[in-house]
């Protein structure tokens, strides 16, 4: 009996033997797997790229939110009280006091400015005002540059000059692309440095002092200009100039007459000759 031949191990022996046609679907079928694994990839970057994207959004809106909520480097004064930093009319220890918070741009705040002005003018010494900022640069493209050239005439001494000429003129600048052209122009016209206003314009100091009335304001719960504070308290605002005369009167009585008897009586008999 013959012994038995071992098996073969040769695996190539064994191996089938593919055809033209098997070898071209195997090549299709590869190239079709690189194009999947490259399309994976693709998508994969794509997906990080987005990620990335998000992650940088995320983080901005962080730092918007954290640095509007940090204290600015001015000191932030009480929501309803007058401080010695404040832009004032009248005296310290006026019977009345009230503070605005405004916004140059607003038309409702260039309404009020006559208002005030003529209420300030008619009580006198018995009434302390004095102006806040509070830009809403959501729909007041122009607001916060107002307040800045205000804040840097406020540096030469002359806060309220810039602040009336920004409302007397308040359709002349407020869709001005540019409007610090025209502030100069103001700022020219009341006898400021130009050198000086410009870079009191472009300082964080008057970035901060308008940030730190921002707060002060928050705190109190303003959201919409003008706000009046009137002794301490906000108030809603008055409809009229009598309304709003009448709130002051209530406090500080009304005011004198700057016509004496004597001249009453002057008038009276001028008059009566004509």
Same mark, same amino acid.
């Not at 005296?91 to 140059?104: Q, W």
């Not at 308290?233 to 700057?258: H, K, T």
């Given at each position: 009996?013959? @012994?038995?031949?071992?098996?073969?191990?040769?695996?190539?022996?064994?191996?089938?033997?593919?055809? %033209?046609?098997?070898?071209?679907? =195997?090549? %299709?079928?590869?190239?079709?797997?690189?194009?999947?694994?490259?399309?994976?990839?693709?998508?994969?970057?794509?997906?990080?790229?987005?990620?990335?994207?998000?992650?940088?959004?995320?983080?901005?809106?962080?730092?918007?939110?954290?640095?509007?909520?940090?204290?600015?480097?001015?000191?932030?004064?009480?929501?309803?009280?007058?401080? !010695?930093?404040?832009? *004032? %009319?009248?005296?310290?220890?006026?019977? &009345?006091?009230?503070?605005?918070?405004?916004?140059?741009?607003?038309?409702?705040?260039?309404?009020?400015?006559?208002?005030?002005?003529? =209420?300030?003018?008619?009580?006198?010494?018995?009434?302390? #005002?004095?102006?806040?900022? #509070?830009?809403?640069?959501?729909?007041?493209?122009?607001?916060?540059?107002?307040?800045?050239?205000?804040?840097?005439?406020?540096?030469?001494?002359?806060?309220?000059?810039?602040?009336?000429? =920004? #409302?007397?003129?308040?359709?002349?600048?407020?869709?001005?692309?540019?409007?610090?052209?025209?502030?100069?122009?103001?700022?020219?016209?009341?006898?400021?440095? !130009?050198?000086?206003?410009?870079?009191?314009?472009?300082?964080?100091?008057? %970035?901060?002092?308008?940030?730190?009335?921002?707060?002060?304001? *928050?705190?109190?719960? &303003? /959201?919409?200009? @003008?706000?009046?504070?009137?002794?301490?308290?906000?108030?809603?605002?008055?409809?009229?100039? /009598?309304?709003?005369?009448?709130?002051?009167?209530?406090?500080?009585?009304?005011?004198?007459? /700057?016509?004496?008897?004597?001249?009453?009586?002057?008038?009276?008999?001028?008059?009566?000759?004509?």
């Amino acid at each position: 009996m013959e @012994p038995e031949q071992p098996q073969s191990t040769d695996s190539a022996e064994k191996a089938p033997q593919l055809t %033209k046609k098997q070898r071209r679907a =195997l090549k %299709k079928q590869e190239k079709r797997e690189q194009r999947q694994q490259a399309e994976r990839g693709k998508k994969t970057k794509a997906w990080a790229a987005w990620v990335l994207v998000v992650v940088v959004i995320v983080l901005g809106l962080w730092w918007l939110v954290a640095r509007s909520n940090s204290s600015p480097d001015a000191p932030i004064p009480p929501s309803a009280d007058i401080t !010695a930093q404040d832009h *004032t %009319k009248g005296p310290e220890g006026a019977e &009345v006091n009230i503070i605005e918070y405004s916004d140059f741009q607003c038309p409702a705040c260039g309404a009020y400015f006559s208002i005030v002005q003529q =209420l300030v003018e008619e009580f006198g010494n018995s009434i302390q #005002f004095a102006y806040r900022h #509070f830009p809403l640069r959501s729909i007041h493209a122009n607001a916060e540059p107002a307040a800045r050239a205000a804040e840097a005439a406020g540096m030469q001494g002359r806060f309220w000059e810039m602040h009336d000429a =920004l #409302f007397e003129n308040q359709n002349a600048w407020s869709n001005e692309r540019n409007p610090f052209d025209l502030f100069a122009q103001y700022a020219n016209d009341i006898g400021l440095d !130009a050198a000086q206003f410009e870079a009191d314009y472009n300082s964080n100091t008057a %970035k901060n002092t308008i940030r730190a009335h921002e707060t002060a304001g *928050t705190r109190l719960g &303003v /959201d919409g200009t @003008p706000t009046f504070t009137l002794n301490g308290e906000r108030i809603e605002n008055p409809q009229s100039y /009598d309304a709003f005369r009448a709130l002051i009167a209530a406090i500080a009585g009304e005011p004198e007459s /700057d016509t004496s008897p004597d001249d009453e009586e002057t008038t009276t008999t001028t008059d009566q000759s004509l």
